[in-house]
C-alpha cells in the first residue's frame, strides 16, 4: 500500500508511475489528497476538544476547590457538550481513516524507475540467457506423453479424484517431485535462508497483507465457513510472521525459505498451454523471501535472482530472465524479474520462478518495521522469489534429458532420488 507521504511528495509523479503499470490513478490520487486534508482538518479539531477538556477539567478543579459548586457544575455541563461533539469528531475520524485505507488498497504499487514500459508480456525485455540448448529429435515426446510411457504422472487419476490440474506423481515420479524438493530446499539453507514450514491456509488480514486481497479473490481458494484462503505461495503466511512486528537493526536482514504446496483456481485458463503440467490448481514449490533495509534491499534482490540462477544452472536447464514490463507485473511489486526455462519438445518458453521487490508497499499493509540506529521506526522493504516452482521444472527436466535408454536425471539430484535414470 502506498504511503500518504509518497503520494504527497509529488503526487503528478505517482499518476504518471501508476500509468506504467496501466492504471489511471488520477482520480484515486485525488481523492486520498482531497480525504487527508479532511482527516488532517478533523484531527485538529480533536486535538483542540482534548485541550479544551483538559482545560475545563483544571477550572473545575480550581472552582471546586474555591467552594463555587454552581460554577463548577455550569463548567461539567459545558464539558458533557466538548465530550459529545468530540465523539462525533472521532467517529468522522475513524471513517475518514478507514475511507482512506479502503481507497489506498485498490491502487497498486509503483514500479521503479527500472521497469520498462509497456502492456503485454511481449514488451518484457530479455536480460540475460544462460544453459545448454538440448539437442533432441523431431519426435521427442512432450512431458505429458513421457509421463505415461514411463508411469511417473498419471493426470486422469487426479481428474478421477478432485479435477483437472490435480496431477499424481507415481513412483519413480513422486521421489523425483520429492528430490527437487528437497535439493531446493538445501541449496537455499547453504545461501542463508532459514527454512520455515508454514499453514497451507491463511486469515483475511493475511491475504491483505500481502496484497493478495482484494486484488486476486478469483484466483484464490475460498474455505467460506471459516473465512479463511488457501495459500497460492509461500509467501503469503511467510512474510505474514512479520505483520505488526517492528524488528531491531541488528536483526536485518531476515532471510526466510519455505516448501508449501500451492493452490490457485486459475480461472480462464485453457488450450494448449495448460496441458501436462503447464498449468496446475495445485503444485509444489520453495519459496525465498527476505525482510531488508530499504537502502539493501536492491542487492538482496540481485542475491536472489543469482541463487535462482544457480539452481537452474546445477539442473542443467536453459534458461532466460526477464525484466517485466509495467504492464505484465503483479499489483503488488515495484519490479519482477521472471525466469523461464526452454521445454525442448514443446518448443517453448515456460515461467518457473518470479523474483520481485515490493520496496515498502507490502510492509505499509503488514506494518513491517525496524527501529533504527537513532532509535526511529522505518517502513522495511519485503522480497520474495520462487526457488523454485516444481511443475514446468519437471516437464522441463523430463522433456530436455529424455534419451533412447530413458530419462537422464540430472547429477545434483542423484544422492536424493537413488537412482540416476529412469527406464
Not at 163 to 190: E, H, M, N, S, T
Not at 197 to 210: D, H, W
Request: charged share 25%; net charge negative.
Amino acid at each position: 500500500m502506498l504511503t500518504i507521504q509518497q503520494i504527497k511528495e509529488n503526487p503528478d509523479r505517482v499518476v504518471e508511475k501508476l500509468a506504467i503499470k496501466g492504471f489511471d490513478g488520477r482520480e484515486a490520487i485525488d481523492k486520498v489528497l482531497e480525504l487527508d486534508n479532511k482527516r488532517r482538518e478533523l484531527q485538529l479539531n480533536n486535538d483542540n476538544q482534548a485541550a479544551e477538556l483538559n482545560k475545563k477539567a483544571a477550572e473545575i478543579g480550581a472552582l471546586m476547590k474555591a467552594g463555587k459548586r454552581e460554577e463548577a457544575e455550569a463548567a461539567k455541563a459545558t464539558v458533557a457538550g466538548i465530550k459529545e461533539s468530540q465523539r462525533v469528531i472521532a467517529d468522522q475520524l475513524a471513517d475518514t481513516e478507514r475511507a482512506i485505507r479502503d481507497l489506498l488498497l485498490t491502487v497498486p504499487n509503483l514500479p521503479c524507475d527500472m521497469v520498462p514500459a509497456g502492456r503485454t508480456a511481449e514488451d518484457n525485455v530479455v536480460e540475460k540467457t544462460g544453459g545448454p540448448m538440448p539437442d533432441l529429435p523431431a519426435d521427442a515426446l512432450p512431458h505429458w506423453d513421457l509421463a505415461r510411457k514411463y508411469n511417473l504422472i498419471d493426470f486422469d487419476l487426479g481428474v478421477k479424484i478432485t479435477g483437472a490440474g490435480f496431477p499424481v506423481y507415481i513412483g519413480k515420479g513422486a521421489r523425483l517431485q520429492r528430490a527437487l524438493i528437497q535439493f531446493f530446499l538445501d541449496r537455499a539453507g547453504a545461501a542463508g535462508y532459514l527454512e520455515i514450514q508454514p499453514p497451507y491456509v491463511v486469515n483475511e488480514a493475511s491475504g491483505y497483507g500481502t496484497g493478495q486481497l482484494p486484488d486476486k479473490e478469483g484466483q484464490m481458494y475460498h474455505c467460506q465457513l471459516d473465512n479463511l484462503y488457501l495459500i497460492p505461495t509461500a509467501e503469503v503466511p511467510v512474510t505474514n510472521l512479520y505483520r505488526d512486528v517492528i524488528l531491531n537493526d541488528s536483526q536485518l536482514p531476515i532471510k526466510n525459505c519455505a516448501y508449501s504446496a500451492c493452490f490457485r483456481r486459475e480461472a480462464g485458463s485453457y488450450g494448449k498451454d495448460v496441458r501436462g503440467l503447464n498449468r496446475l490448481h495445485q503444485f509444489d514449490k520453495v519459496e525465498i523471501v527476505r525482510i531488508e533495509k530499504p537502502e539493501n534491499s536492491y542487492a538482496a534482490l540481485e542475491e536472489m535472482k543469482d541463487h535462482v540462477q544457480s539452481l537452474l544452472d546445477e539442473l542443467g536447464l536453459p534458461w532466460h530472465i526477464l525484466r517485466l514490463c509495467g504492464g505484465d507485473m503483479s499489483f503488488t511489486s515495484a519490479i519482477t524479474f521472471d525466469f523461464e526455462v526452454f521445454s525442448a519438445a514443446q518448443k517453448r518458453w515456460l515461467e518457473v520462478s518470479s523474483v520481485s521487490n515490493f520496496e515498502t508497499y507490502q510492509a505499509n499493509r503488514l506494518k513491517c518495521r525496524y527501529r533504527g540506529e537513532d532509535k526511529k521506526t522505518r517502513l522495511c522493504h519485503t522480497l520474495n522469489g520462487s526457488a523454485l516452482a516444481l511443475p514446468r521444472i519437471m516437464a522441463a527436466l523430463l522433456e530436455n534429458n529424455q534419451t533412447p535408454e530413458g530419462i537422464v536425471v540430472p547429477e545434483c539430484l542423484r544422492r536424493y532420488t537413488g537412482f540416476d535414470i529412469i527406464d
